[in-house]
C-alpha cells in the first residue's frame, strides 16, 4: 500500500471540500493592488501604501463572495519550501492574499498540517503591490527583515514561486517600507528581479561543475507521517545539456542525494526508452519497472504524479504521455490512452 496524499484544509468554516489531486500551477485573475511604486501611468491604486494620503485610492479593496484554490509556499518539517493548496476567501487582490497567508503568526497558522510552518517573519504586512508588464512589485513591513541568514534564500524562493504561480506575473521586485532592495537586508544576497528561475531547494549534482550547469525541478516526496506524503520541488544543477526532458525523468530515477529525507517513488531500476516533445505534449516511454507498484499490477499514483510536475515544469509543455515498452499506461489510478493534463492543485490538504 502506497502512502496517501495530505488532503485540503479551508480556510472558510462551513465550507464543504471536494478532494482534488495535483498541483495549482496559474491563477486565473490578474492582480492589480498597488504600493507606492515608481511613477506608472497605467496602476490602479487598490491597496495604502506607507505614507500615503486617506482616500477612496487607499481602502483596501473589498472580499467578494465565494471561495478560490491557491498555492501557498511553506517550510516543510525538513526544512525545504513546499507549495500547498489551500482554500481561501475569494478576495480582490489575490497575489497579496496569499503572501499573507505565508507569514508566521497569521491566518495560516490554524491550517498547518504538524511540522509545517509559514516562511515570512511574524508581523510581515503586504503594504501593497503593482502589476505591470508582468513585474510585480511587492512592498513589505519593516518586519520582513527579522529573519535568520540561512532563511534568505528560502524567503526568496518562496516568494517568487508562490507570486509567478498567477499568470500574469512573471517577474518579482521586493520593497521594505517604500524602498526598492538591492540585496537582502541580513546575508546580503543580491536580488534585481526574482522569477521561477531562480529555482527552488537549489542543489548541485554530483559531478556538476557550478557555471556550467542546465538546472532541472524535479518532484520527489515528503513523508509527513506513516500514512501521509506530499510532493517537494527540487531544482537541481546537472551537467550542461540540451535534452532537458530526457535529463527530467533520469533524475527523478536517481532520486535524491544521499542521506535526504527525500525519496523518489520511481523504482532505480527504471529505464528510460525514449522521451520527446512535440507541440504542447511530452511523450516518455519508459521500462516495465514503472508498473512494479502494488504487487506488480499498476504505476505508483506517487511516480505518475512526479512525472506529470516535473516534465510540464521544465519543458514548457502542457501535457504528458506515459508509455511502457511503447504502450500507454491505462492501469490504476491513470489512463494515459490520451495525454494528460499537467495536474490543478498540489499538496492539497484536509483533517
Request: overall charge negative; hydrophobic content about 35%.
Amino acid at each position: 500500500m502506497g502512502l496517501r496524499r495530505i488532503g485540503k484544509v479551508t480556510a472558510v468554516l462551513g465550507v464543504s471540500t471536494v478532494l482534488l489531486t495535483g498541483c495549482g500551477l496559474f491563477g486565473p485573475e490578474q492582480e492589480t493592488s498597488s504600493i507606492d511604486a515608481p511613477p506608472q501611468a497605467d496602476v490602479v491604486l487598490e491597496e495604502k501604501p506607507a505614507g500615503a494620503a486617506s482616500g477612496n485610492a487607499g481602502e483596501a479593496a473589498e472580499q467578494v463572495q465565494g471561495t478560490a484554490e491557491r498555492t501557498v509556499y511553506l517550510f516543510d518539517p525538513n526544512g525545504y519550501v513546499v507549495p500547498v493548496s489551500l482554500t481561501l476567501p475569494k478576495e480582490e487582490g489575490a497575489a497579496k492574499q496569499v503572501l499573507t497567508y505565508m507569514v508566521k503568526g497569521g491566518p495560516v497558522e490554524t491550517m498547518l498540517p504538524t511540522g509545517f510552518s509559514p516562511v515570512l517573519p511574524e508581523g510581515t504586512k503586504v503594504l501593497g503591490m503593482t502589476i505591470k508588464e508582468g513585474t510585480a512589485t511587492v512592498d513589505f513591513s519593516k518586519e520582513f527583515k527579522n529573519y535568520s541568514a540561512e532563511q534568505e534564500k528560502p524567503i526568496l524562493d518562496a516568494i517568487s514561486r508562490a507570486l509567478t504561480e498567477f499568470k500574469t506575473i512573471k517577474n518579482v521586485s521586493i520593497w521594505v517600507n517604500g524602498t526598492p532592495l538591492s540585496e537582502m537586508p541580513v546575508d546580503n544576497t543580491p536580488i534585481s528581479l526574482l522569477n521561477r528561475d531562480t529555482g527552488i531547494n537549489v542543489e548541485l549534482a554530483e559531478g556538476a561543475i557550478p557555471g556550467r550547469t542546465t538546472p532541472v525541478t524535479v518532484y520527489f516526496q515528503g513523508q509527513l507521517d506513516d500514512q501521509r506524503s506530499y510532493l517537494v520541488p527540487v531544482t537541481r544543477l546537472i551537467p550542461e545539456t540540451d535534452d532537458v526532458a530526457r535529463a527530467v525523468v533520469e533524475e527523478l530515477i536517481k532520486g535524491p542525494k544521499e542521506g535526504s529525507p527525500l525519496y523518489s517513488s520511481i523504482l532505480s531500476t527504471t529505464k528510460v526508452l525514449d522521451v520527446n516533445k512535440k507541440a504542447d505534449t511530452v511523450t516518455v516511454n519508459l521500462s516495465d519497472d514503472l508498473l512494479k507498484y502494488d504487487n506488480g499490477k499498476e504505476a505508483n499514483p506517487e511516480a505518475i504524479e512526479s512525472l506529470l510536475l516535473s516534465l510540464t515544469e521544465n519543458t514548457g509543455a502542457n501535457k504528458v504521455q506515459v508509455m511502457v515498452d511503447g504502450k500507454p499506461v491505462t492501469s490504476g489510478a491513470f489512463d494515459f490512452s490520451k495525454p494528460v493534463d499537467r495536474p490543478l492543485q498540489i499538496n492539497s490538504m484536509q483533517f
